[in-house]
């Protein structure tokens, strides 16, 4: 079996909106908490920091461990081409953050193309995925 451990970050605004990132390697382009997996030897609250960095041009600081999610992905659902044909088990790690700084920006060449802040009532209606309402439960936002 396979593992992923990735970090991803719950950010809010005064508006009560949430930062969101579209996610493009998937079997769907789906919207999707910021964050990403750890490089190897990363510390979890660096990598979110870096992965936020990288997917909306903000600078964070994590205020909360929200919790930890882990789910696995039979070999049959793994969705990049050429990828192993083992389960994948992804370890979730999620925080709440707070913008320190940056202004938002795309991603150039990655596994998103953007991102934005929605409402609640407009992240109902995206094409998302389940990890978005995972971590907005986490953060009693839903």
């Not at 192993?84 to 790690?93: A, K």
């Amino acid at each position: 079996m396979d593992l992923r451990v990735a970090a991803y970050g719950v950010i809010t605004d005064d508006a009560g909106r949430v930062l969101l990132a579209r996610w493009v390697e998937g079997r769907r382009v789906a919207w999707t908490m910021p964050g990403g997996g750890l490089e190897d030897g990363e510390d979890p609250e660096l990598a979110v920091r870096r992965e936020l960095r990288e997917e909306t041009g903000f600078q964070i600081e994590t205020t909360e461990l929200l919790g930890i999610h882990s789910r696995v992905i039979p070999a049959s659902r793994r969705v990049r081409p050429g990828e192993s044909r083992m389960p994948l088990h992804t370890i979730r790690i999620v925080y709440r953050a707070r913008i320190t700084g940056g202004e938002l920006r795309y991603e150039q060449n990655g596994s998103t193309d953007m991102a934005a802040w929605f409402t609640l009532d407009e992240v109902a209606e995206l094409q998302r995925v389940k990890l978005v309402d995972i971590a907005l439960r986490m953060a009693g936002v839903l």
